[in-house]
């Protein structure tokens, strides 16, 4: 598809459960981000990817959190033994090096954990 | 900290008027203002922007304006249509810089009755 695509859409997962999220860029898109969107909230930044890169991981907000993008395109985000606090909508977005902030965002995978 | 804040959570407007969001934000780093649209169970699409060195920014029915000295900035949707019901975040960027990445504000669900 011509889109950002991320899977899966739903997740469910049991407290202390490992959950990998997926997401595949534009093609040709070299910047990736990951944006965490708590209910009723705007999305705030998680990590940046500059190609393989990750040039920017501040947002993380705690080491349960991994993201890797090893070959420049697909991206994961791995949150290991979650938390309650983790339910949110997890959200990708893609953008050349040219644009200026106007990223394209995929659906987003709503985790939900219980 | 919040540093872009949108503080109308719900507008609601009759079609064919003016729709105006506002949004203020604390951080004299970001040169670069965006708004985003968003639907249920969709990501954010890009809806307009503004760089720093502009007070004006126009695309049909869209018009953003930024007062960099009163650090805020407002969209105005005008004739609102019933297409238009959405969540409107108002985002900015530090730059390049920075990555590029965004600072989203808590969003305003905006209703247009027909």
């Known amino acids: 598809g011509a889109g950002v695509s991320q899977s899966p859409r739903y997740k469910v997962a049991k407290r202390g459960q490992d959950v990998a999220l997926r997401c595949d860029p534009i093609?040709?898109?070299?910047?990736l981000f990951w944006y965490q969107q708590a209910l009723g909230q705007g999305p705030e930044f998680l990590t940046y990817?500059?190609?393989?890169?990750?040039?920017?991981k501040s947002g993380l907000p705690s080491d349960r959190f991994f993201a890797e993008r090893p070959e420049g395109s697909v991206s994961t985000l791995k949150i290991q033994r979650t938390q309650q606090e983790d339910s949110a909508v997890y959200l990708c977005?893609?953008?050349?090096?040219?644009?200026?902030?106007?990223?394209?965002f995929g659906q987003g995978t709503r985790l939900t954990v219980v | 900290d919040q540093q872009v804040k949108q503080n109308s959570p719900s507008l609601s407007v009759q079609e064919g008027r003016i729709s105006i969001l506002n949004c203020d934000y604390t951080?004299?780093?970001?040169?670069?203002f965006l708004w985003y649209k968003k639907y249920p169970a969709e990501g954010p699409t890009f809806l307009i922007s503004?760089?720093?060195?502009?007070d004006k920014n126009e695309d049909g029915r869209f018009t953003v304006f930024l007062n960099k000295s009163a650090k805020h900035l407002s969209l105005h949707i005008v004739p609102s249509q019933p297409g238009d019901s959405a969540v409107y975040f108002c985002?900015?960027?530090?730059?390049?810089?920075?990555?590029?990445?965004?600072?989203f504000g808590g969003g305003t669900r905006v209703l247009v009755k027909p």
């Open positions: 977005a893609s953008s050349s090096l040219f644009d200026r902030g106007e990223a394209f």
């Open positions: 093609s040709g898109h070299v910047s």
């Open positions: 990817f500059q190609n393989e890169a990750q040039l920017d």
């Open positions: 951080n004299s780093m970001f040169d670069y």
């Open positions: 503004i760089s720093s060195i502009k």
């Open positions: 985002a900015a960027s530090e730059g390049k810089a920075a990555g590029n990445k965004l600072t």
